[in-house]
């Protein structure tokens, strides 16, 4: 049988052929789009805060019926994942959203881009108050929602213009923000993550969840960063310093918050402040102060320690906690449930505030929650090692304070640690007393010698807690 030869050139072009349109399909994302855009043929003749003033109808559309026409800078693009289908632009009357059907929107419009909008027939809407620009509506189980704007509204309402650096960003304090800062670019500087937020991540990237965390100035002033569970950051971990942060300012209710574009809007390396006012005082001269009856603290005072209560492990009640210095160590009492950590260092300002006893438990007591910030995270004091017999001969000095039992022995082994126990050394013995709503309350007593850290405290008698079930070393 014979084959039929092709000559080699008319295989060489149909091969050529193939190849160049195979390549012309090839779909490409650009990591740096084009500095160019189409040749601007439009006038913008309103500002976006005239645009936004058409938006009457809360909740609801409003269509665009004039023959409007903005302009903006890309403020905030969907690259890092934060915002999803989403732009926001603004110029120098204010910003807004807007909403698309399509995404990897930072391809054609990353921040920088400049952008023209035709107006007329696209609908102005809100989402829990936060003002965007859409494209139409459908309606779906008698549930009337937005749908953003279509690739051919892409091409008959946007123009594209030039790419440059986006606007700088306004430096407000968070007690400055208002509805004006409303989908533009803010900076904040002096500003923290709040403790129990330091130091986690911005979202959950497993489960995809957004998450809010607080942010906090050194006035104790605080603000919403939100981020989504699809951000490509949303794992990383929030910083435990203090600096500036830039993002774009949005809002949901009444409720402000914050949106980064990615991590290179952080910058927060500086040591941290507390927001706390007054004179510092040690602890030991605050307890000095309570001589058998309810007493006050001086005005304009502050204490300094490290938290040494775990409140993860819920061997205390919520509103309260025990704060250690070099010179002794004293119970928080505050009004409503704390998020301080164990390790935290915090400031207390104490300022006129009622020194008293709790079943024979010193505490600083009725402290709010905006009297005291954190200063570090993380930290880990040495507990005193000492005997029985020595913890029950210092036990008013030592009250508060971390303490560590070498050979100690706890009676009931084999039973759940839940309530009274009796630990007991070479030395002597004490109380040991667990809630039965701690983390730990159903773990096993463990038989034989152990060594037991523990924090000394009081309850019409003396007896030591447990911070968590790690207190307990074979």
Not at 73 to 99: C, F, H, P, W
Not at 136 to 151: A, I, K, N, R, Y
Not at 441 to 464: E, H, R
Request: charged share 15%; hydrophobic share 40%; aromatic share 6%.
């Amino acid at each position: 049988m014979r084959l039929l030869k092709t000559p080699f050139s008319l295989l060489s072009l149909t091969a050529l052929m193939l190849l160049t349109g195979v390549t012309a399909c090839v779909k490409r994302d650009f990591d740096e789009p084009p500095t160019g855009g189409e040749p601007v043929t439009v006038v913008a003749n309103k500002t976006i805060a005239e645009l936004k003033a058409l938006h009457v109808t809360s909740g609801g559309f409003d269509k665009i019926t004039e023959d409007v026409i903005i302009e903006g800078v890309v403020v905030m693009d969907d690259r890092s994942g934060n915002y999803y289908k989403t732009l926001v632009i603004q110029d120098a009357s204010g910003g807004i959203e807007i909403k698309f059907n399509d995404g990897y929107l930072y391809n054609q419009f990353p921040v920088g881009r400049k952008m023209f909008i035709r107006c007329q027939d696209l609908l102005l809407t809100d989402y829990n108050g936060l003002t965007q620009l859409t494209g139409s509506t459908v309606t779906q189980g008698g549930q009337t929602e937005d749908v953003g704007l279509t690739e051919s509204q892409v091409r008959a309402k946007v123009v594209k213009g030039p790419l440059g650096s986006a606007p700088a960003p306004a430096v407000v304090d968070i007690t400055g923000l208002n509805a004006s800062h409303i989908s533009t670019l803010i900076r904040l500087e002096n500003v923290q993550f709040i403790g129990a937020d330091a130091g986690q991540t911005y979202a959950d990237a497993v489960t995809k969840y957004s998450l809010n965390r607080t942010l906090m100035d050194c006035d104790g002033e605080q603000l919403i960063l939100r981020s989504s569970g699809y951000a490509e950051f949303a794992g990383a971990q929030t910083p435990v310093g203090n600096g500036a942060l830039t993002g774009v300012l949005g809002i949901y209710g009444s409720t402000l918050q914050l949106y980064i574009r990615d991590l290179n809007d952080v910058n927060m390396q500086a040591g941290r402040c507390s927001g706390v006012g007054g004179t510092p005082m040690n602890i030991s001269a605050v307890r000095s102060l309570f001589t058998g009856s309810t007493t006050s603290a001086p005005a304009d005072r502050k204490i300094k320690g490290i938290v040494i209560s775990d409140r993860a492990a819920t061997n205390l009640n919520g509103k309260n906690l025990y704060l250690q210095d070099e010179s002794g160590g004293i119970v928080v009492r505050f009004t409503a449930n704390h998020s301080f950590n164990l390790g935290d260092e915090i400031e207390v300002e104490i300022s006129s505030q009622e020194i008293s006893e709790f079943n024979k438990l010193l505490q600083v007591n009725n402290v709010h929650l905006d009297n005291a910030g954190v200063l570090s995270i993380g930290n880990n004091p040495a507990p005193r090692t000492a005997t029985i017999s020595e913890i029950n001969a210092n036990f008013d000095a030592w009250e508060s304070t971390l303490v560590k039992i070498v050979g100690a022995s706890i009676s009931g082994p084999g039973t759940p640690l839940s309530g009274s126990k009796t630990v007991t050394d070479a030395s002597g013995s004490i109380a040991m007393f667990t809630q039965s709503y701690a983390a730990f309350a159903s773990a096993t007593t463990p038989s034989g010698a152990v060594t037991l850290t523990a924090i000394v405290s009081d309850f019409n008698g003396k007896q030591i807690i447990l911070r968590n079930i790690n207190d307990i070393k074979p």
